[in-house]
């Protein structure tokens, strides 16, 4: 199961693009790069998911490289409602059921 | 469709006591799984199931027993409470080949 490592915490203001990048240095061949957004007291949400180059849908973009070591989600023109805790998640259903969360980023959203 | 249903919401035990947290989704998701969420931690893996029969251990699953007797319910249950175990209870659950969780509302547990 590949590990992933994200920043602790990032802060923005209102109507900037907000770029949290993930490393998964040993993500294996058949492994998807999903991302979870948690409000205070909910469950994470879905936003979106990839495997490689770029992926976007009406919420943000998910950029790959080749390599696959790493991944970048994009929000653009954030809002102060995008302050949330934001996970990367790497893995593969078919070869790992046991799917690890990790610390999470921390994204503070300002005036 | 309601996706993924916990009951009840909040619960407080006292030490010792025990208590059955309740997961239900309608989606026909073979995959679920129980996670833990401390007070600004991030969510640990107490169980899980990939389909009706079969389940196993988290990371963290001292203290907690599951059962899957059917795909729509994955029930956990705290036998003896301690407060350790005072924290946000999340179920979810997903499909065989999509990759994206559904999670429930929680469950708010205290044990004092």
């Known amino acids: 199961l590949a590990k992933t490592t994200q920043p602790i915490s990032m802060d923005s203001y209102e109507g900037q693009e907000v770029n949290i990048t993930c490393s998964h240095n040993?993500?294996?061949?058949?492994?998807?790069i999903t991302w979870y957004q948690q409000f205070p007291s909910q469950g994470p949400r879905f936003i979106i998911q990839?495997?490689?180059t770029k992926v976007t849908n009406e919420v943000a973009s998910l950029f790959i490289p080749a390599d696959r070591k790493s991944s970048t989600l994009s929000l653009p023109r954030v809002s102060l409602s995008d302050t949330a805790v934001y996970y990367c998640?790497?893995?593969?259903?078919?070869?790992?059921?046991?799917?690890?969360f990790g610390s999470g980023t921390r994204l503070l959203v300002r005036p | 469709n309601a996706g993924v249903t916990q009951t009840p919401k909040f619960r407080i035990l006292k030490i010792g006591q025990s208590m059955t947290l309740q997961c239900a989704q309608d989606?026909?998701?073979?995959?679920m799984y129980w996670y833990r969420q401390d007070p600004g931690m991030g969510l640990k893996l107490i169980y899980y199931?990939?389909?009706?029969?079969?389940?196993d251990k988290g990371e963290v699953p001292n203290g907690y027993n599951v059962s899957r007797s059917t795909t729509e319910d994955f029930p956990l249950r705290l036998e003896l409470a301690a407060p350790s175990q005072t924290s946000v209870y999340f179920c979810?659950?997903?499909?065989?080949?999509?990759?994206?969780?559904?999670f429930g509302s929680g469950t708010r547990l205290t044990v004092v």
């Open positions: 998640l790497v893995g593969d259903l078919d070869s790992s059921y046991k799917l690890i």
């Open positions: 040993n993500i294996a061949t058949n492994d998807y």
């Open positions: 990839g495997y490689k």
């Open positions: 989606m026909n998701h073979n995959y």
């Open positions: 199931s990939v389909g009706a029969g079969i389940t």
């Open positions: 979810a659950s997903v499909s065989d080949r999509v990759y994206g969780y559904t």
